[in-house]
Nanobody, 116 residues
């Protein structure tokens, strides 16, 4: 079954780090543009970071530049988001997204809560 599945969310304190993972199943992962989105309560879903197919250029939302790092392992069909110096405003459900032309897949999301 074609799907992407996120993991790694949780509750952390401000300033701490967290690493999200996303596994792709049953599609040619290496050819897809992969990204992380997030949606906070009462807000629209927003793009956090994107990583393109080989050679793997990246872009980040201004709010996370210098704190978050997106990476991928095409052999394992894995996508990652390393989140450092987390802030309360990073609290949201984080979604993995795969896209190649008109074809796209969304994960179910993983909750990240940053609170003291």
């Amino acid at each position: 079954q074609v799907q992407v599945v996120e993991s790694g969310g949780g509750l952390v304190q401000p300033g701490e780090s967290l690493k999200l993972s996303c596994k792709g199943y049953e599609f040619a992962f290496s050819f897809y543009e992969m990204s992380w989105y997030r949606q906070a309560p009462g807000k629209e879903r927003e793009l956090v970071a994107i990583i393109r197919p080989i050679p793997g250029g990246t872009d980040y939302a201004d709010s996370v530049k210098g704190r978050f790092t997106i990476s991928r392992d095409n052999f394992s069909q894995m996508l990652y988001l390393q989140m450092n110096s987390l802030r309360s405003e990073d609290t949201a459900v984080y979604f993995c997204h795969a896209q190649r032309g008109p074809v796209e897949y969304w994960g179910q999301g993983t909750q990240v809560t940053v609170s003291s």
